[in-house]
């Protein structure tokens, strides 16, 4: 038997599979349609303090290789979310994962005070904290955070002061060098690093001449942007030594390792979902039998064992 | 709930007329569970590894067998077009609340274009629920030209009225369907009857069938028709503008919220 378990900074995962924040709701809409035994963990979709009625119609279209979307981050608020989504999940869901609660806000404050109620909330479900700093899809929201490192660090800084739950700050790929943002994590006291975001995107259709999107752009994710995710966490594990939960473009196992083999500690299933509700538990089946047939004993012995 | 991720033998896959397709699943899970105006999410086969699930109303649901009717129009569809008899495909469902199973007064189905396949079987429904001297469903159709009507001999064969418009004139009246559909209304006031009003189609026709509804104080059933992501909730990709029990208006999810709505909570 493999041993599946990780620790990714101070969050104990029983696999090494997660789900990406956004694609997997709040936790319950897949109930019966996954094997959630398989899951490490639960991300949920971003919440902020208030209300958020996200973005203008059409949110989505689907492009060769992957989907762009502008959900806009559409959401409960903090409060009601751990009142009513949690223990509803909590309902819906046998044996259910700890969740990380992914958090976005329009001010600094905002994030301190989202990620001080949801800990104050303390539903021993709520586990962990994953900070939205690079969302291309809302104008005040997690972008502006996510594009300077000394605005970043303030903001990591913030809500590291507002929560001793593990922290992780979910990054954007489209920066010219990863490592300032990076170390600013690392100096504001996050746990670890979420890569990547959606990278920013458009469509436009050709006989309306107009933008696709009701917000005009969005974030592309699904197969096409996996290699980018794989590059990223390639170099953020170079150089520096926060555990890495890895998203983009994992339909299988194969594009999994591949990740770890890059660095990551665990990983997260997004777009893939959308088409095959189950596919995080078959990573998680095809992690274990990867371990297996190469002799790793553990899980852990993936992360960054890239032969150079 | 999810649904069911079912993998769904395909029995029998026709054309319904030059353009759409009627496609026939084993899908006993599926077919036991679902009701008139739910639709299910398809994992297309050829694309299974490249592209999103579709979303499909069901036309017939029941003995272990379920029934689409879908229009040719884009990359999805394209690829669906061409699975063979015997081919399996997987299928989610049955997903969204659909229309309500029983109607007071005379059912009066609306459907634009491909838009009457889930009113089939929400026909057979409210046929199989009525009392006996219950007032049968009118079935008014329209589509650009005779070309768009489709499954009419099923309808009837259902013992369902129908009501034929198109835009230019190769079928039934001239015009758009709300055209013999006014007439019937004109004609239950006088008589002083109520009805309900159900109807699928593009928007237009819907935002004239609620109007309809709302400006009569009849119950009205209205199916939007939404380009969905995940068919399930999680994404919010879906969404349509709804007043709420409390009175505030929300974003709603299609997938999950409806796709049936009532016609007073629509915010148009």
């Known amino acids: 038997m493999v041993d599946l378990s990780v620790n990714v900074g101070g969050l104990a995962m029983r696999t090494p599979v997660t789900t990406a924040s956004g694609t997997f709701g709040y936790g319950a809409e897949y109930a019966d349609a996954l094997d959630y035994a398989k899951l490490g963990a639960v991300t949920v979709k971003g919440v902020r303090m208030e209300e958020w009625p996200g973005n203008p119609m059409p949110r989505h279209c689907e492009v060769f290789g992957g989907l762009v979307n502008a959900i806009g981050l559409q959401g409960p608020g903090a409060a009601p979310f751990a009142e009513h989504y949690v223990p509803h999940y909590a309902e819906s869901v046998k044996d259910a994962p700890p969740l990380i609660v992914n958090i976005w806000g329009g001010s600094v404050n905002e994030y301190a005070e989202t990620a001080a109620t949801l800990t104050k909330a303390a539903h021993p479900l709520i586990a962990a904290i994953e900070m939205n700093v690079s969302c291309p899809n809302v104008k005040a929201g997690g972008h502006t955070f996510g594009q300077d490192p000394k605005i970043l660090a303030e903001v990591v800084k913030a809500v590291r002061a507002a929560t001793a739950l593990p922290l992780f700050v979910k990054l954007a790929p489209n920066v010219p060098d990863l490592r300032p943002y990076v170390a600013a994590c690392e100096e504001a006291g996050a746990d670890a690093l979420s890569l990547i975001n959606t990278i920013p995107a458009m469509v436009i259709d050709v006989k309306t001449r107009k933008p696709v999107l009701g917000n005009k752009t969005g974030g592309l994710s699904g197969r096409c942007v996996h290699p980018v995710a794989v590059k990223c966490v390639y170099d953020a594990h170079r150089f520096s030594k926060l555990p890495i939960l890895a998203m983009g473009g994992v339909y299988d196992a194969n594009d999994a390792i591949e990740l770890m083999l890059a660095g990551a500690s665990a990983v997260a299933v997004g777009t893939a979902t959308f088409t095959n509700p189950n596919a995080a538990a078959e990573v998680c089946d095809g992690i274990a039998a990867y371990c297996e047939a190469n002799g790793f004993a553990s899980v852990r012995e993936l992360t960054g064992a890239l032969a150079e | 709930m999810a649904g069911f991720n079912e993998t769904c033998r395909v029995l029998e896959h026709v054309d319904a007329a030059p353009g759409y397709r009627f496609l026939v699943l084993a899908a006993p899970k599926i077919a036991a569970a679902v009701t008139a105006g739910q639709f299910v999410h398809v994992r297309v086969p050829g694309l299974e590894k490249t592209a999103l699930r ?16 879908y229009k040719i129009v884009g990359r999805g569809t394209e690829a669906l077009k061409a699975a063979p008899v015997g081919c399996e495909i997987e299928v989610l469902g049955p997903l969204g609340y659909g229309f309500p199973s029983t109607c007071d007064g005379v059912p009066l189905l609306v459907g634009g274009g491909f838009g009457v396949a889930p009113l089939h079987f929400l026909a057979k429904t409210l046929l199989a629920n009525a009392k006996p001297d219950a007032p049968k469903p009118i079935l008014f159709v329209g589509g650009r030209t005779a070309g768009d009507l489709l499954a009419l001999d099923r309808f009837r064969a259902l013992g369902v009225e129908v009501r034929v418009a198109t835009n230019d004139g190769s079928a039934g009246v001239k015009g758009f369907v709300v055209d013999p559909l006014d007439d019937e209304l004109a004609a239950l006031r006088e008589k002083g009857e109520t009805f309900e009003l159900f109807t ?69």
């Open chain 2, 200 to 268: 699928c189609g593009p928007d237009g026709l819907l935002h004239a069938v609620a109007m309809r509804a709302t400006g009569t104080g009849m119950k009205g059933w209205i199916s939007m028709d939404r380009h969905m992501i995940c068919g399930v909730g999680a994404c919010f990709a879906c969404i349509q503008k709804i007043k709420g029990a409390d009175g505030n208006v929300f974003n709603a999810r299609c997938c999950v919220n409806g796709p049936v709505f009532k016609a007073e909570d629509i915010v148009w």
């Open chain 2, 54 to 69: 579709r979303p499909f109303s069901v036309f017939d649901g029941g003995d272990g067998k379920l029934t689409l009717l």
